[in-house]
């Protein structure tokens, strides 16, 4: 339904009934992207309808679904109310550059691809095996990308990429 790339979000009106939703599930959004609890599609697919009993996301950009709520749902001095959905990762669109500060904060180490060229800096940590919910289908990692297409954000997400994904970007990125 979704690709893995994101890009700029913008703004969706929140109604005021989901505003008190919104309030009680927050920390439930900003803890699916940092994985917790681990990444499942079940999980997944409940912070996904939870977002959706609030307002419609904004699709106009075809690859991430971004629902924008009425609060600062951020923890840790972090502050974002936009959530987001794209391929198979759950996340936050935290305000500012703060790629850099969001790994320190979650043990992040650098990248080693860009996703060909979607970010400028990025950071990720693979969970350990007793996190992963399927490992011989793929992996879970919490990310944190900054990109010029999001300019004045930071995508902090909890990613599941399949191996075969994994394998096709490896050959896309050696091919350049």
Known sequence: ??????????VVTLLSPAAAFASENA?????????????TMQSATELYDAAEKLTKPDTSLLTA??????????????KTNEVV??????????????ADELAARYQL??????????????YARVLPDAEQPTVEMGVV???ARESDA???????????????????????????
């Open 109 to 122: 180490e650098p990248e080693k691809s860009s996703i060909l060229g979607t970010s400028t800096k990025g």
């Open 150 to 176: 999001i300019p004045g954000k930071t995508l902090l997400a909890c990613e599941f990429v399949s191996h075969a994904d994994l394998e096709a970007l490896k050959a896309l990125e050696g091919a350049n």
């Open 65 to 78: 679904y971004v629902y924008k709520l009425p609060s600062d749902i951020g923890q840790d001095g972090f």
């Open 85 to 98: 959905f794209a391929g198979s990762s759950v996340g936050v669109l935290i305000e500012g550059a703060r």
């Open 1 to 10: 339904m979704f690709s893995r790339v994101f890009l700029p979000a913008a």
């Open 27 to 39: 920390p439930a959004f900003y803890d699916g992207a940092l994985c917790k609890p681990p990444y």
């Open 141 to 143: 990692s919490i990310v």
